[in-house]
């Protein structure tokens, strides 16, 4: 399949999908959202993919949706047709790991995405911010309900309404992100945190993800539960079987749904 505004690769068992649209610092216009929806789709239905990394280029993740193009949207048209929605669904329904690598901007929608995705690994120097404010309007993907999960509410107020930008030092003291790493390096370990992943049972890692998910979404008591169940129905994986006894055995597992 040929992309336009995303390149695609596959490593092994980790697929790479890489915002392309340098002359706009992978702002997220409606043709950029459509090809990531379907290279995601396509990551999906592929058997040996195990884990998915998203990434832009060095100075920009992404700097949000594209301004140009969404100016001379309505109401009724956004309604109608909302190409956001399409790819918030692809993104944050996604259900295998996927991994954000984040070097230079990743303001509003690209902020949005990133947060979509199951952690977020950045250079030093990643920017987060959501500057919507900047423009007569509120973050509309997200923003306003993932960054106060993830940074707490006097930070993401802070950020919101003031549309200021924050460091990779910052996101990371805030919980923003899982690690900041030298730019020159982002890609190698990001990689190897993917492929790590990728060598799991990969039905597990996809049931980890949902009860770590789902906790954003349900009370302690019913997490646990659901966590419980999901953890008791593993025994009847091969995969539980040979992990364990790779365990006793002092050998490196094989898992089968790989
Ligand atoms: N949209 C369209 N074009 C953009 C965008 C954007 N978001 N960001 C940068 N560009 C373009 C610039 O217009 C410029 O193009 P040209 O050379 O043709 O003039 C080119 O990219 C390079 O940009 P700059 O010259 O501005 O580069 P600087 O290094 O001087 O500045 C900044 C970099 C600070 C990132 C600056 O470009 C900027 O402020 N960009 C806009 C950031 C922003 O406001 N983002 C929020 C957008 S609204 C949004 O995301 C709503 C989310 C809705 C949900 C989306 C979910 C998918």
């Not at 996809?206 to 953890?231: D, Q």
Request: net charge negative; proline share 3%; charged share 25%.
């Amino acid at each position: 399949m040929a992309y336009k505004t995303i390149q695609v690769k596959t490593e092994g068992r980790v697929g790479v999908i890489t915002l392309n649209r340098p002359e706009a610092l992978n702002a997220l216009c409606d043709a950029l959202t459509g090809e990531l929806a379907e290279a995601l789709a396509a990551f999906e239905r592929d058997e040996d993919i195990g884990c998915v990394v998203l990434t832009g280029s060095r100075k920009a993740f992404a700097a949000g949706a594209d301004i140009k193009e969404l100016q001379s949207r309505d109401q009724v048209s956004l309604y109608l047709n909302d190409p956001f929605a399409q790819t918030w669904e692809s993104v944050a329904r996604f259900r295998k790991p996927i991994i954000a690598a984040v070097s230079g901007y990743a303001l509003g929608g690209g902020c949005e995405i990133a947060m979509m995705c199951d952690f977020i690994i950045a250079s030093e120097t990643a920017k987060f911010g959501q500057p919507e404010i900047n423009l007569g309007v509120m973050p509309g993907s997200g923003g306003t309900q993932r960054l106060p999960r993830a940074v707490g509410k006097a930070k993401a107020m802070d950020l919101c309404l003031t549309g200021r930008m924050m460091d990779a030092e910052e996101a990371e003291r805030a919980g923003l992100v899982s690690r900041v790493v030298p730019a020159d390096d982002l890609m190698d370990t990001v990689m190897e945190a993917a492929e790590a992943i990728a060598t799991k049972s990969l039905p597990v890692a996809m049931m980890t993800k949902e009860a770590i998910n789902r906790s954003f979404e349900v009370g302690l008591t019913e997490g646990v539960l659901f966590e419980r169940r999901v953890f008791q129905s593993q025994f009847s994986l091969e995969d539980q079987r040979e992990g364990m006894a790779a365990f006793a055995e002092k050998r490196a597992p094989h898992f089968k749904h790989r």
